[in-house]
């Protein structure tokens, strides 16, 4: 198995308080991976240290090695590439206040793509493959923020794909919708994960066993146990893993 992360010997500090410790994990390559764990553990502190969004937080200092490909992020890497090819869908979905077809086109044209013929080209790919091409290709031109949240997320999944990126970060993407959304948005992140990495915080055990391949669980800053996802449910290692799956703390 190819990692396409990987990480070692993290750690993290807002200010005083040490938010990651000691994480290491390797991610694999064209699998999904589950973030798992009670609120405020860390799961999405460590999921935008691997884009290096943390380096907007002031006073947030990290240690540790994070190689994407084998290469340190936080060394030479140019931090516009990084996030070029490792991309994030957020909780809330997030249009920006433009039409369709300028959310999708925006990314790229910041890259460099001006031909209107490659930019529509990129644009209808980007809705097909984020599923939402059949319901928006009649009204490119109007306003984004006139869609349904469902509809909303899936076009935010169609602007991280436009880039092009290798790796998508998921932070809770469904848990603003409703089971209708929640399960297209699920069957799409399945669709991707033949042509990308994706690795996804969740608050729902339901949705980790039915999407993904590996699940990492933390506990207060800490990686408590990760492995292959039916594993993990069917046969905790730790008593912290099983107390939490079965609903006993969290
Ligand atoms: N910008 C920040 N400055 C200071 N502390 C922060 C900051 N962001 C997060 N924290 C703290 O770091 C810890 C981990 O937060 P994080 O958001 O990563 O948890 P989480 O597991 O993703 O939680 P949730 O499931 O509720 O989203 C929490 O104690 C939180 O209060």
Redesign the pocket.
């Known amino acids: 198995m190819g990692y396409k992360f990987t990480v070692e010997k993290l750690d993290l500090f ?2 005083d ?1 040490h ?2 410790k000691n994480i290491n994990m390797n991610i694999p390559e064209n699998k999904i991976t589950a ?1 798992i ?12 240290s691997l884009n290096r969004m ?1 380096d907007l ?4 200092k990290i240690t540790g090695d994070v190689r994407l490909d084998g290469e340190d992020i936080y060394g030479k890497m140019d931090v516009n590439q990084l996030r070029k090819r490792v991309g994030m869908v957020f ?1 809330k979905p997030n249009p920006f206040p433009m039409s369709i077809y300028d959310n999708i086109a925006y990314g790229p044209k910041t890259h460099g793509i001006h031909s209107k013929s490659k930019l529509d080209e990129i644009v209808e790919t980007s809705l097909k493959q984020a599923a939402i091409w059949d319901e928006v290709k009649d009204r490119l031109k109007k306003s984004a923020l006139g869609l349904s949240g469902g509809q909303q997320q899936r076009l935010c999944i169609a602007r991280a794909l436009a880039v092009n990126p290798e790796v998508i970060l998921m ?2 993407p469904t848990s603003a919708l409703d089971p209708i959304s929640t399960s297209k948005i699920e069957d799409l992140v399945i669709d991707l994960k033949n042509d990308y990495t994706i690795i996804m ?1 969740t ?1 729902n055990m339901q949705q980790a066993t039915r999407v993904s391949d590996e699940t990492v669980f ?1 506990l207060l ?1 800490e990686v408590i146990e990760s492995g292959n996802t039916e594993q993990l449910f069917s046969l905790p290692q730790d008593k912290r893993t099983e107390d939490y799956i079965t609903g006993r703390f969290g």
């Open positions: 807002y200010g308080f938010a990651l973030f764990g009670p609120s405020g553990c860390g799961k999405s502190t460590f999921l935008k943390n937080v002031e006073g947030c909780q932070d809770e915080v608050h933390f800053g």
